[in-house]
């Protein structure tokens, strides 16, 4: 399906859909490494950030369309009147080029007032309040050469609406005649009707990225016939000034409280981090704070254990974790950012591949310990008790493997992200 541009295109434009502010150190580091390889790739192009997932496009459901006869000519012909309807030439310009670490945003999951914030603009977007500001951003965005949607980890098992936004935005740029890419994506859905939606999006984008070998695995599983390009997350890319020197702090943990609870590792967790501290002090730490803060209150009242971390950018709080002698972590970014600045990581699986599926592709695949199998406290405090025996053997073991990995990821997005794209 096609439909004629509706916007005066401006094909100089690049336009990147990602968090440009955030709560979440990782989404923060991602942005900037996206925003940065495509000034470098396309130096002759204009750059723009727009945020992720609008308020307006709460009005849409997965559910509404999964009712349709044909759900995929539902949602092409749900873009293509979105599409008609944008001005022919936006006059906003609801952009940015920054990207702010915003610790004072809140998670929705919790918070009651925020949530019903968050359902009454769902109400408002759905009877038309802000269509007018939206549709000029739609505009802004269908009227770049080339759209690049990076929605990181939100295609995730129990996704459904979320996805569906970003999906139905490249599907309007796609219409529109513009070059479209989604990159670092994790895919994980398990909705059948939002897997064939992907599946098409996917298969119209000039290119498309996962960032690990389960998330194609996945894709096939659900009947996806897309063929990404397979590369590691791409906070990997990050560029951060080392320490001069490290360690000393003892241990940091960081642990994804809400796949704590989920898979119900609470009491165990509870045990471990007795046992932690029978090794010396350990400080609780996460780059997504207003997530795991409020499961720490309990492990805080204990002798030994504090917290830092959450009011810094991606870089100092990268920079951050190097003063330990060994970071325990599940949250995948706080993996990542930690490898880069020459933190001695310790990973930390819990019940999904992303963090796995990340070590996979860097050559480190037996490193996490996963928490779903037999005796994983043990190996867990025999690979603790290993890393600290020779820190610095291990941080240069780490530094081998993402080298490569930096190397891999810089030449291959180089290639696939051809002048054909922008030009």
């Known amino acids: 399906m096609s439909t004629a541009p509706a916007t005066t295109a401006d094909r100089r434009r690049v336009v990147l859909i990602t968090k440009t502010a955030t709560q979440n150190q990782g989404n923060q580091a991602l942005s900037i490494v996206w925003r940065d390889f495509l000034a470098r790739r396309y130096p002759e192009a204009e750059v723009r950030l727009v945020e992720r997932a609008p308020a307006y496009l709460k009005r849409y459901t997965l559910a509404a369309i999964a009712r349709q006869r044909d759900p995929v000519a539902a949602f092409d012909a749900l873009a293509a009147s979105l599409v008609a309807r944008m001005p022919r030439s936006a006059t906003a310009d609801p952009s940015v080029w920054n990207v702010r670490h915003d610790p004072d945003q809140q998670q929705v999951i919790r918070f009651l007032k925020l949530r019903q914030a968050l359902r009454l603009r769902g109400r408002l977007a759905r009877i038309g309040v802000g269509e007018a500001a939206y549709l000029e951003r739609l505009s802004y965005i269908c009227g770049a050469r080339l759209v690049v949607v990076n929605p990181a980890g939100e295609f995730q098992a129990n996704a459904t609406d979320t996805p569906l936004h970003y999906l139905l935005e490249t599907r309007c ?15 994980e859905v398990a909705d059948p009707v939002l897997a064939r939606l992907s599946d098409h999006v996917f298969r119209h984008c000039d290119l498309s990225e996962f960032r690990d070998t389960e998330s194609l695995e996945h894709l096939r599983a659900t009947g996806g016939t897309a063929e990404p390009l397979i590369l590691p997350d791409g906070a990997i890319m990050s560029a951060i000034a080392r320490p001069e020197s490290g360690g000393g702090k003892g241990l940091a943990l960081a642990i994804n409280a809400l796949q704590v609870r989920e898979h119900a590792l609470a009491e165990k967790w509870d045990a471990m981090v007795d046992q932690l501290l029978t090794a010396g002090l350990v400080t609780l730490t996460s780059n997504e704070w207003t997530t795991d803060f409020p499961f720490w209150h309990k492990y805080l009242e204990r002798d030994g254990v504090t917290c830092e971390g959450s009011d ?28 880069v600045a020459g933190a001695a990581i310790v990973p930390v699986e819990t019940g999904t591949f992303k963090l796995s599926g990340f070590f996979n592709m860097i050559g480190m695949a037996d490193e996490p310990v996963r928490m779903d199998s037999a005796g994983w406290q043990d190996r867990l405090l025999e690979r603790i008790a290993a890393v600290r025996s020779d820190r610095a053997a291990r941080i240069a073991m780490q530094d081998r493997h993402v080298d490569a990995a930096r190397a891999r990821f810089e030449q291959e997005l180089t290639a696939a992200f051809t002048d054909r794209l922008a030009d």
């Open 173 to 187: 740029a796609q219409l529109s005649g513009a070059s479209t890419a989604f990159v670092n994506l994790s895919f």
């Open 312 to 339: 810094l950018p991606y870089d100092e709080y990268a920079r951050l974790l190097v003063g330990y002698d060994v970071v325990v972590s599940s949250r995948l970014h706080t993996c990542v950012l930690g490898l």
